[in-house]
């Protein structure tokens, strides 16, 4: 398909670098590859759900040291924990 496209000055800059880097590609095959990817980029995000932490209270144990973490370790896994 041909069609005629304004493109601002900016973007023609950041093209023109770009077929300055790829010599081999036109600067429709350039053009056309960077649109080809930014739809694809915003058709193929889709958005998530947002979803919600639930936290329980389960409560300290008093008989715990929270400083001496082995100790902690120790109770809560067992003795083979290593």
């Known amino acids: 398909m041909r069609t005629t ?3 601002d ?3 023609a800059v950041r093209l023109r670098r770009i077929q ?3 010599p081999e590609k036109s600067f ?3 053009v056309n590859e960077h649109l ?3 739809l694809k980029m915003a058709s193929g995000t889709p958005k998530r759900k947002k979803f919600k932490v639930k936290a329980y209270k389960i409560g300290l144990r ?3 040291n929270f400083d ?3 100790e902690v370790l120790d ?3 067992g003795p083979n924990r290593k």
């Open 5 to 7: 496209l304004t493109i």
């Open 9 to 11: 000055d900016d973007v």
């Open 20 to 22: 300055q880097e790829a």
């Open 28 to 30: 429709k095959e350039i």
């Open 36 to 38: 080809r990817r930014s």
């Open 62 to 64: 008093k008989d715990l």
């Open 68 to 70: 001496n973490i082995e």
């Open 75 to 77: 109770i809560l896994e």
